[in-house]
Nanobody
């Protein structure tokens, strides 16, 4: 089974940017949808964005216009470019291929 490993999280000030990466241990080309989710403390995990194998994208209203999801099938990777970050974006961010979850990467937006 393909394993997913997220990276790129950290502490950033409000208004800042981060780029998350999700590295897969195998090919992701067979997965029609790759997605990012997030879970804030005390809250349920929520969907953030998806990208299809044809590179169509979809975003939660809360991140639309600020986040960009992309995939590179040749590198078996999925990315989430986050800009204009807000404190409410603070969460553990997870990569998902419809079957497996990564371990998550912490994003903290604070001054």
């Amino acid at each position: 089974q393909v394993q997913l490993v997220e990276s790129g999280g950290g502490l950033v000030q409000p208004g800042g940017s981060l780029r998350l990466s999700c590295a897969a241990s195998g090919s992701i080309s067979s997965f029609y949808v790759m997605a990012w989710y997030r879970q804030a403390p005390g809250k349920q995990r929520e969907w953030v964005a998806t990208v299809t194998s044809g590179s169509s994208t979809n975003y939660a209203d809360s991140v639309k216009g600020r986040f960009t999801i992309s995939r590179d099938n040749a590198k078996n990777a999925v990315y989430l470019q986050m800009s204009s970050l807000k404190p409410e974006d603070t969460a553990v961010y997870y990569c998902h291929n419809g079957y497996k979850w990564g371990q998550g990467t912490q994003v903290t937006v604070s001054s």
